[in-house]
Antibody, heavy 120, light 106 residues
């Protein structure tokens, strides 16, 4: 059974870069699209972007200038970097698998989420 | 950006009752509409994809319908574990989510 686990600092200073990693266990990272999604406390969900195991990426236009995603198939991991963070980037960050069964239209496996706070 | 508007914001019902949740898109999303359930402190769980297909392990009491811009999630007979927040999601340009409907116990 495929499981996802986010890891990274829980506190980031304003103007610095948020860095998170998602480790895929119980299955291969290959041949799937993988996404990052975030949720501010008490609010809705925002898609950040996705990466294929070839390294091809698509980003949310509203965040595109600050987002970089990468993949390391040898470690079964993919990563998120979000630069120049502000308090508005404080949220729970989820990694998720884009469903192949659902024609890439939905997210069928999610990590438990990791809280990231932007504060000095 | 395609905006998804969910209604009502809060739905108060009792176990055993039927729940009907709505999601309206600002423009057509074809059949690329999914529904998720989220409980406090947990990640969202995929319920329905492509309007009406149940995800693996989802009970038959959950069903989805609609087309174009208007979609509905129906829970035929509420179980205690169904009280949660529900989100719709589309992926026509890039994925966006509705603001959620909170299903609470009456």
């Amino acid at each position: 059974q495929v499981q996802l686990q986010e890891s990274g600092p829980g506190l980031v200073k304003p103007s610095e870069t948020l860095s998170l990693t998602c480790t895929v266990s119980g299955g291969s990272i290959s041949s799937y699209y993988w996404s990052w999604i975030r949720q501010p406390a008490g609010k809705g969900l925002e898609w950040i972007g996705r990466i294929y195991t070839s390294g091809s990426t698509n980003y949310n236009p509203s965040l595109k200038s600050r987002v970089t995603m990468s993949v390391d198939t040898s470690k079964n991991q993919f990563s998120l970097k979000l630069s120049s963070v502000t308090a508005a980037d404080t949220a729970v960050y989820y990694c998720a698998r884009v469903s192949a069964v659902a024609g890439l239209n939905a997210f069928d496996i999610w990590g438990q989420g990791t809280m990231v706070t932007v504060s000095s | 950006e395609i905006v998804l508007t969910q209604s009502p914001a809060t739905l108060s019902l009792s176990p055993g009752e039927r729940a009907t949740l709505s999601c309206r898109a600002s423009q057509s999303v074809s059949s690329y509409l999914a529904w998720y359930q989220q409980k406090p402190g947990q990640a969202p769980r995929l319920l329905i994809y492509d309007v009406s297909n149940r995800a693996t392990g989802i009970p038959a009491r959950f069903s989805g319908s609609g087309s174009g811009t208007d979609f509905t999630l129906t829970i035929s007979s509420l179980e205690p574990e169904d009280f949660a927040v529900y989100y719709c999601q589309q992926r026509s340009n890039w994925p966006t989510f509705g603001q959620g409907t909170k299903l609470e116990i009456k």
